[in-house]
């Protein structure tokens, strides 16, 4: 597709319950990266992967999270036994590298109640 | 730890006047950085970078300035109009010789420019 494409939008969950966030990256991009932005922060980086190479799960808050690229092509991002502290909006980007940024979808915006 | 650091949450400047946001970092091993502008309910948006080898970059109305001895990067919006009115974020990344690796970013700042 033309951008990185992420769904769903909007994701409204119990608390307790697992969630599952989808990325598509820009075709042909090699890197693909999850960042996260809670309500008044930056933007907090969680994992990046790169081709074929292990991916950098630095970022990753707890066990709970954990990501996986198929393909080395689309991601998800999963939330198990979500707390009210991961609501924030869940953003995704990809690159192909060189002297450009990086572009960002839209987000998934995720509220835990 | 907050490595990437914008210390003005916020600011305001008059539209056709010049708007200076501002970043530090602490990280002597980054060499790439990157201005990004948002609005609300979309994602980041890149508008500028600058490798460590330069120490100016510009491009049309926005110039990226780099200081690498104080750590600090500014990004200057000259002249500024309101569809500028967004949350920036400052970004920096330690490459080194490939072309990609990932972004650290700032907490951000929201600049409005009034008419």
């Known amino acids: 597709g033309a951008g990185v494409s992420q769904s769903p939008s909007n994701k409204v969950t119990e608390k307790g319950k697992d969630v599952e966030l989808r990325c598509d990256p820009i075709?042909?991009?090699?890197?693909l990266y999850w960042y996260r932005q809670s309500l008044g922060q930056g933007l907090e980086f969680l994992i990046y992967f790169q081709g074929n190479s292990a991916p950098d799960k630095s970022g990753l808050p707890s066990d709970r999270f954990s990501a996986e690229r198929t393909g080395g092509s689309v991601s998800t991002l999963t939330i198990q036994r979500t707390q009210q502290e991961d609501s924030a909006v869940y953003l995704c980007a990809s690159s192909l590298g060189g002297a450009g940024g990086y572009t960002f979808g839209s987000g998934t915006r995720l509220t835990v109640v | 730890d907050q490595q990437v650091k914008q210390n003005s949450p916020s600011l305001s400047v008059q539209e056709g006047r010049i708007s200076i946001l501002n970043c530090d970092y602490t990280?002597?091993?980054?060499?790439?950085f990157l201005w990004y502008k948002k609005y609300p309910a979309e994602g980041p948006t890149f508008l500028i970078s600058i490798s460590s080898i330069k120490d100016k970059n510009e491009d049309g109305r926005f110039t990226v300035f780099l200081n690498k001895s104080a750590k600090h990067l500014s990004l200057h919006i000259v002249p500024s109009q309101p569809g500028d009115s967004a949350v920036y974020f400052c970004?920096?990344?330690?490459?080194?010789?490939?072309?990609?690796?990932?972004?650290?970013f700032g907490q951000g700042t929201t600049l409005q420019v009034k008419p």
């Open positions: 990280n002597s091993m980054f060499d790439y």
């Open positions: 075709s042909g991009h090699t890197a």
């Open positions: 970004a920096a990344s330690s490459r080194g010789g490939s072309n990609t690796g990932k972004l650290i």
